[in-house]
């Protein structure tokens, strides 16, 4: 129904920032919720940030609140992550997420329809 590919990892110094990306390809990019998990080796799946389908609402868990922000751009079906002042907690396997028509911002990943394969991000001290 939707493909997603991250793109935009790397390896970055503590302060630093980087900017992840979602393409999406397949059915219309505008209907879906969008979302931002992060995996670290041996430690759950956990929310990052959400962005609604219909615009305007967004949602960040608290440790990054003020650092990063989430938007989308319907007209070239992405949606990006901006992170900055990155910290070394912040290393971890990044996955965009897609909620079909999501009547309410998720923090919860299995309520999630669509994911990508991840992208790495490594924060050095």
């Known amino acids: 129904q939707v493909q997603l590919v991250e793109s935009g990892g790397g390896l970055v110094q503590t302060g630093g920032s980087l900017r992840l990306s979602c393409a999406a390809s397949?059915?219309?990019?505008?209907?879906?919720?969008m979302g931002w998990f992060r995996q670290a080796p041996g430690k759950e799946r956990e929310f990052v940030a959400t962005?609604?389908?219909?615009?305007?609402?967004?949602y960040y868990t608290d440790s990054v609140k003020g650092r990063f922000t989430i938007s989308r751009d319907n007209a070239q079906n992405t949606v990006n992550l901006q992170m900055n002042s990155l910290k070394p907690e912040d290393t971890a396997i990044y996955y965009c997420?897609?909620?079909?028509?999501?009547?309410?911002?998720?923090?919860?990943?299995?309520?999630?329809?669509?994911w990508g394969r991840g992208t790495p991000v490594t924060v050095s001290s």
């Open positions: 397949g059915r219309t990019f505008s209907n879906y919720a």
């Open positions: 997420a897609a909620r079909y028509r999501g009547p309410y911002p998720s923090l919860r990943a299995p309520d999630y329809d669509h």
């Open positions: 962005i609604s389908w219909i615009g305007g609402s967004t």
